[in-house]
């Protein structure tokens, strides 16, 4: 919430599963799309919410599995719990405001009378939270029990919300919970801070994302993929809204479909340029640099540019020729050696599981032509996934930034329990 300090130019607020994630997608290249997007055009002046049904517990594993961005804000159990920023800093106010005739206890005994709901247990994990009670049942049985349940919790002094979503999911939250309150909250609490977004897309693909697209004034996305319920609930409930659109793109792609189709912002992804030198902004910042950098280094070791003494010389006239490079191990290198030395690495991940992706890129200006940029660098190949946390200072060739940037010094540390097994090939 106090990354900006001005209004959201966007507020991106996306369901994980089968939405901002492509479960068949193995290679993840649309959701590497939207990181590059992101962090080239928007992570300076945006904000990116994360509203997911798992639990913090399911929300960290997937975080494991996909090269996700780490969001700004996270929703987690259908709209149930909030939390902050990196370390996710719970919401206490939104957690007394759920209390409001909740008694979870109740409502076990009441779903307890249903032998057509079986509770959700995954892995010896539960997904009942302080807030949220989650069952299975069959799609023909649903809406029947949903009724019945629903008025037995009223007669017990509780005032409830049931979701069906997914086909079989069914979870019981507050009244006040659900993902569409807690987005109505947090816009609610950014008006008070005289920080409300200018502009939101809400992105989703089942039921339990429906609330999202009934906050008035958000833009929203059902990407193509998007289930029947909430194909259906669109069709009931705002089938003339022009704020609300069914996209043709899967999950993540949608999402950048979108951007385009309302006209939030740039909506080409440094991954859909072909050369990169014709990459360009109307407003640039050293965020896109950043992406752009890592980007060509990735196409280098895939082999998808050709081993062309030109890319390095344009690679060392962005490098000052004093810049230096500390390398995560502790040795120290000039940037150009470092350029010298991927030379012989051309091509050596061409064919495998082989990607890098940039997180959390914050720049901060500290001279009149200089900044100092951190951010998160990782890489997944067949050997697992690596990340080192990462400051370069780059300094504006011009008297303008649009003039481009040149790196004057990298200096990076492993991320505790991400060290890469081979230093010798870990390159910027």
Known sequence: MER???PARLMIV????????????PGNLSLLRFNALWEANYHHDSLLVFSTGRSPTLYKELRKERPLLTPDITIMSVGTEITYGKTMVPDQGWERYLDRKWDKSIVIEEASKFPELKPQVMQSETEQRPHKVSFYVEKDKAQEVTKILSESLGKRGLDVKIIYSGGIDLDILPQGAGKGQALAYLLNKFKTEGKLPINTLACGDSGNDAELFSIPDVHGVMVSNAQEELLQWHAQNAKNNPKIIHATERCAAGIIQAIGHFNLGPNSSPRDVSDLSQCQLDNVNPGHE????????????????????????NLKAVCHPAGLFVHPSGVEESLHDCINGMKNHHGDKEGKHFHIWVDRVVPTQIGSDSWLVKFDKWEISDEGRHCCMTTAVLRSRGPSVSDGFTWVHVHQTWLDGYAGP???????
């Open 290 to 313: 950043v992406v752009k950098f890592y980007l060509f280094y990735e196409r280098w070791r895939r082999g998808e540019v050709e081993s062309d003494e030109l890319y390095i010389s």
């Open 422 to 428: 081979d230093p010798t090939i870990w390159f910027f």
């Open 14 to 25: 996306s369901d994980l599963d089968h939405t901002m994630v492509d479960h068949h997608d």
């Open 4 to 6: 900006l300090s001005n």
